[in-house]
């Protein structure tokens, strides 16, 4: 800079102190307003140095926002200013802008506005501009293959592709990751689709900087990805690429490429969520080209909506001063493809080439690629095929149906007669072949009361509405099973009626006196003995045995509701026996819940295996399957009871329903419970498909929260925050608060494994800041990782108050290895502060230096071990060296040689710190002799570089050094 910045004077104070302000802010429209206002303030006082600084800010902002237009003034203005003004440019100036000046052809090609004649230009004039100063043509050549592309000159193509790569990068070109996607391009358009993929391995195999990269590798390779069959590389490119950009201003401009691939790979809606979430650049897309490009993948996608769906999805598009307008997904389908090859024909007449209308046409029309499972499955999955067998009593589906069938609806296809399918649909489900009964149900049309009896269409229409008995809300259910049972009564049908009655009974609160559960139940059982129908005796004795197991007599005494429940259990079986014996078994799994509420849980198993062994329906059936596996599991025998659980499901699965949602539910708690998700991928994932058909989207968000327990405990960290995020948004806006407690814990864990710091640490702050002080282990746990995350984002102030929060809580659940870590950790965060630092490791020494708690003598010298890095970051050398000489006695007692080759690597650079190279080339040396085989590579780095520099500092050759070449060797390899 010049001696401007030397002297300030008030102007400059506040044009400065307005390019602070702006670069505070994130990239934006307010950022740019700051920036131009500064340009002016500049301009006013005569200060040509801050006008160009503030300019070429403004130049970096609108090429964020990808708006390429706009780049054109400032830029220009700079320009002219570095002619008129040269001694304004210093050598940090004049690199910026030469920078951006490469920037300016895209910004033309991008708007047809510009003529050809000037795109050309003002590549030429780059072209020479880079050759005055003395640059290679690499960058130039990048730039001239870009625009024959665009206007389909494919000789022109092929030449600046060879010239591109046979070019020497310099400083003028992208860094080599953004060279290398954008060399992808081409060979995908040129369908080289292998050489694609081996060109990105440099890129996703090594390390960049660039903030822009791998992500823009990723979403370049996905069309090769599909084209050769490498659908899960293709999942998880798609994944993190969109993941890496989505909230980014820049990253509007390759939305585009992920609806494009979530249309060809059975992903619609999914792409449907991201068109959503990016309606913004149908109405204010960054230029022309883009507005092109988005345009005909959005339309693309909305075509692979069936065409009824389309007419019935809506979306609503942001307008100017807040005005909105709803289409539906039909319309926006029309108006985009009408944009897209509107935009294409005014690029073609520009370019005198009809290359852009190919382009969009072709893209409208591709063909599927192979589909391409995700994280979390769409609603289009298939059903989990039905069992042929039943594996208990050797029946199939057909042997279950109801008495007086002939079987001639088995086949699926509709009965002449619908009132005698609608007959034998309500007599399956009454006799609890639910499966038959909901197969035959199926057939019907939903608008068939009007040509049913009125007594036959008000059982129809009863057991459609219990179906959704899971779909819908409970209260909303209990007040249409009330009309319902009164509907049934008004017909004459009271046993219908009592049966349905018994089904709200069971959905009561037996807990809540306003219920009045019990009242009911027992006056459902006097009407079941007026009507004297067996059914509804049975129906009736075991509501009220079930009511009576949540529930005391009035004087508070279990047992005496106990003896009752027995009573009703007894007086149900008889009756079965007596005159409905195919009802026993129902009964006997009742008994089965009775002995295990008592403690008897082997009579109860016995009792569950006897009513398995025979025929029984299928309804009986899944409940006895359901309570054997619970029982199972109850008692600790959990392999046994995990393949219960999968008996259960898989019988559930005979007829693919609601019930068969539940079932696989119900496993993927007791997986998640047990920590056993990471086996279960393919289960958890068949749940979450499963209920999204059948159940309500809160029962998905739950299903999704099993589902990333496994993929966290596989290390798949995203997928686990894509489904996590996921389950998040089919809760709503007001989510079940323990379900959002435990997914954004989770999602913290994921986030921060990503390395999305801030999301972790806003979802760990969530989880904390709602904790109550019942969970104390808990919510110290979530307290340290929230410090963490703290101190990656570099707040040291908040990560130290979680710190000590979190060490606060563990000493006080009586804690001591787990507070001295986070007591450790909060040291770290507070190293500035010298004596508080050093009163945290005082407390975590003490803590641990007794104790005989697993994992205290490890944390004790973790403790004593970062007592020398605080002293040495003070400048107490000599007081660091005899920590660390402490801290590797530690190391030695507990045979953990890489970290005594750590501290004594530390030994050496604290030695370098203090100006006494001799010391610490013997101590790098004797790090190195400690080094294992399998050694951390930081460790290895840290010897070779102290060992490095200390030869340097004594002036001996560094290169010669056997042990230097040896570690640089370790490294290489």
Not at 741 to 760: D, I, K, M, P, Q
Request: proline content about 5%; charged content about 25%.
């Amino acid at each position: 800079m010049t001696d401007d910045f030397d002297a300030p004077t008030a102007e400059q104070e506040r044009v400065r102190q307005l390019i602070g302000e702006a670069m505070s802010m994130p990239v934006g429209d307010t950022r740019c307003e700051l920036l131009e206002r500064a340009a002016r303030l500049a301009d006013a006082a005569g200060e040509v140095q801050l006008g160009v600084l503030a300019r070429l800010e403004l130049v970096d902002a609108y090429s964020e926002l990808r708006r390429s237009e706009l780049m054109l003034a400032p830029f220009a203005w700079c320009r002219k200013a570095e002619q008129r003004a040269p001694e304004a440019f210093d050598e940090s100036l004049t690199h910026w802008l030469n920078w951006q000046h490469k920037w300016l052809p895209g910004a033309l090609v991008d708007d047809p506005r510009f003529s050809l004649a000037q795109v050309g230009a003002l590549v030429d004039d780059l072209a020479a501009h880079y050759q005055r100063q003395g640059f290679s043509a690499h960058p130039v050549h990048g730039i001239r293959l870009s625009v024959a592309e665009h206007v389909g000159d494919e000789e022109a193509v092929e030449r600046h592709y060879a010239a591109w790569v046979a070019a020497e990068p310099d400083a003028m070109s992208n860094c080599a990751a953004c060279v290398v996607e954008a060399q992808i391009d081409h060979l995908v358009r040129r369908g080289r689709h292998e050489d694609a993929v081996r060109h990105a391995e440099p890129v996703l195999s090594g390390q960049t900087t660039c903030r822009e990269q791998p992500h823009g590798v990723l979403t370049a390779l996905l069309p090769a990805l599909l084209a050769t069959g490498r659908t899960e590389f293709a999942a998880r490119a798609h994944l993190l690429a969109y993941r890496a950009e989505r909230d980014l201003p820049r990253g509007r401009t390759s939305v585009h490429h992920h609806l494009w691939f979530c249309a060809l790979t059975d992903n619609v809606d999914r792409g449907v969520r991201l068109l959503r979430r990016h309606l913004d650049m149908v109405t204010d897309p960054p230029s022309p080209r883009q507005a092109m490009t988005f345009a005909t993948d959005a339309a693309l996608l909305l075509g692979r909506l069936p065409a009824a769906e389309r007419d019935r999805t809506e979306f609503t598009l942001p307008g100017p001063d807040g005005a909105r307008r709803t289409l539906t997904g039909e319309s926006l389908r029309v108006e985009l493809e009408k944009t897209a090859l509107e935009l294409a024909a005014r690029f073609d007449a520009r370019n005198g080439t009809d290359a852009r209308s190919r382009w969009v046409r072709e893209r409208l029309a591709a063909p599927d690629a192979d589909p391409v499972p995700l994280a979390v499955p769409d609603v289009v999955v298939g059903p989990t095929p039905p069992s042929t067998q039943d594996v208990h009593s050797g029946q199939s589906p057909a042997d279950t149906q109801t008495r007086g069938d002939s079987g001639d609806a088995g086949d699926g296809a509709p009965l002449a007669d619908p009132v005698e399918l609608a007959g034998r649909a309500v007599a399956a489900l009454d006799d609890g072949e639910f499966f038959e009964g909901a197969r035959l149900l199926a057939q019907l049309p939903a608008d068939l009361d009007a040509l049913l009896p009125s007594a036959l269409a008000a059982k129809v229409a009863a057991h459609r509405l219990w179906r959704e008995v899971a779909a819908i809300p409970r209260a909303e259910m209990l007040a249409e099973l009330d009309r319902m049972v009164e509907r049934l009564r008004a017909e004459g049908e009271h046993v219908a009626a009592l049966r349905f009655e018994c089904r709200a009974i069971g959905l009561l609160d037996a807990h809540d006196p306003e219920a009045a559960a019990l009242a009911r139940a027992e006056r459902a059982l006097r009407e079941a003995e007026l009507l004297d129908d067996p059914q509804a005796l049975i129906a009736t004795h075991l509501t009220l045995a079930d009511v009576l197991s949540h529930t005391e007599d009035a004087a508070g005494d279990g047992a005496a509701g106990d003896t009752r429940r027995a009573e009703q259990l007894d007086r149900a079986e008889d009756v079965a026996t007596r005159r409905l014996p195919r009802r026993v078994a129902w009964v006997r799994v009742e008994r089965a819940a009775l002995l295990a509420d008592r403690g008897e849980q082997g009579a109860a198993l016995h009792v569950l295996g006897e009513v398995l062994a025979e025929p029984t329906p299928a309804g009986t059936r899944y409940a006895a399957l359901r309570a054997k596996a619970r029982l199972l599991l109850d008692v600790g025998e959990v392999e046994e009871g995990l393949a219960a659980l999968d008996e259960f499901t898989a019988f559930a699965g005979t007829v693919d329903g609601p019930w068969h949602a539940l079932a696989l539910l119900e496993r993927a708690f007791m997986v998640d419970h047990l920590d056993r998700g990471g086996d279960r991928i393919a289960d958890l994932v068949a749940t979450v498909a499963a209920t999204r058909r059948h159940l309500p989207p809160s029962a998905t968000a739950t299903a999704c929260l099993y589902l990333a327990g496994g993929y966290l405990l596989q290390g798949r960290n995203l997928e686990a925050a894509e489904t996590l995020e996921e389950g998040l948004r089919l809760a709503g806006p007001e989510p079940d608060e323990e379900f959002e407690l435990n997914a954004r814990y989770r999602l913290g864990f994921a986030c921060g494994a990503l390395g999305e710091h801030a999301a972790a640490a806003e979802h760990f702050g969530a989880v904390a800041a709602r904790m109550g002080d019942n969970q104390p282990s808990l919510h110290a746990r979530v307290l340290d990782n929230l410090g963490r995350a703290h101190s990656m984002l570099g707040d040291s102030d908040a990560a130290a108050d979680a710190f000590r929060r979190s060490a606060e809580l563990r000493e006080r659940e009586g804690d001591p290895v787990e507070a001295a870590g986070s007591l450790v950790r909060l040291a770290q965060a507070i190293t500035p502060d010298l004596p508080a630092a050093s009163a945290a490791l005082d407390r975590a020494v003490e803590l641990t230096r007794e104790s005989t708690e697993d994992g205290a003598a490890a944390e004790h010298a973790n403790a004593v071990g970062f007592r020398a890095a605080l002293l040495a970051s003070h400048g107490r050398f000599d007081e660091a060296l005899t920590a660390n000489a402490h801290a590797e006695q530690l190391a030695v007692d507990l045979g953990d040689p890489d970290w005594q080759a750590f501290l004594a690597g530390r030994a050496g650079r604290i030695h370098l710190a203090a100006e006494r190279p001799d010391q610490a080339e013997r101590d790098a040396r004797r790090a190195a002799a400690l080094l294992t085989a399998d050694g951390d590579e930081d460790t290895v780095a840290g010897v070779l570089d102290t060992l490095t520099r200390a030869l340097e500092e004594q002036g001996r050759p560094v290169a010669a050094d056997p042990l230097v070449r040896e570690l640089t060797d370790r490294l290489s390899d």
